[in-house]
């Protein structure tokens, strides 16, 4: 717990350096994502069968300062901006802790740039917010798509933000403003590294399923 504390305290780790070229290709692909292209600390890895509407969670999903996500590559531990971008975090907080992200696979994964998950249909094409639908953009100056690790919104255009997200596998700038950066991984990186690397065939969908076996708020 205190090198998860340590790692909080870096909330901005990184400088912006230039994505590469195949990441740049990839710019309409994420822009447009899964919605309308069809697009360290080790975790308890119970799955869960059932998903559940209430929360099970202590935490105040609201304050929550981090999520960690079990997959059945390992665990990745996620530190949230709550403060910068507060609507967002509570949405992916939220999320998780009413067992909506629990047995959802990462449906679309592009190496070298990002691996893309949060929609329950797994189609790429489902997915609702807390909100009762989709909610706003959350731009903040300081969060950027500087650096591999980023976890950040995916959408279909301007304020179509649902239950979808995904991280980083290196820098994107090129997104920067398009889509809200609302966390960073801080524990598991080579989980998500492993995740990048699996193979996929069409509209990048994994071969094998990549799946979230459940999400906890902390």
Request: charged share 15%.
């Amino acid at each position: 717990m205190k090198k998860l504390k340590k790692m909080f305290k870096h909330e901005y780790p990184f400088s912006d350096t230039a994505a590469s070229s195949s990441a740049a290709s990839s710019s309409s692909a994420i822009s447009t994502p899964a919605h309308s292209n069809l697009a360290t600390t080790q975790a308890k890895s119970t799955q869960s069968t059932t998903q559940s509407s209430s929360t099970t969670s202590a935490v105040d999903p609201a304050t929550a300062s981090g999520v960690l996500l079990t997959t059945n590559y390992g665990p990745i531990t996620i530190a949230l901006y709550k403060d910068q971008v507060p609507k967002t975090t509570r949405n992916f907080a939220t999320l998780a802790a009413t067992h909506k992200y629990d047995n959802v696979i990462f449906h679309r994964i592009i190496p070298g740039f990002m691996i893309q998950g949060g929609d329950p249909t797994g189609t790429g094409t489902g997915g609702k917010s807390i909100y009762g639908g989709k909610f706003a953009d959350e731009f903040d100056a300081s969060l950027t798509h500087s650096a591999k690790g980023v976890l950040s919104m995916a959408n279909s255009g301007p304020n179509t933000n649902g239950s979808q997200f995904f991280i980083t596998l290196g820098p994107t700038p090129h997104l920067n403003g398009k889509h809200t950066v609302f966390g960073q991984v801080v524990d598991g990186m080579e989980v998500v590294d492993a995740i990048g690397a699996a193979r996929t065939g069409e509209q990048d969908r994994p071969v094998k399923d990549v799946v979230i076996l459940k999400a906890e708020v902390f």
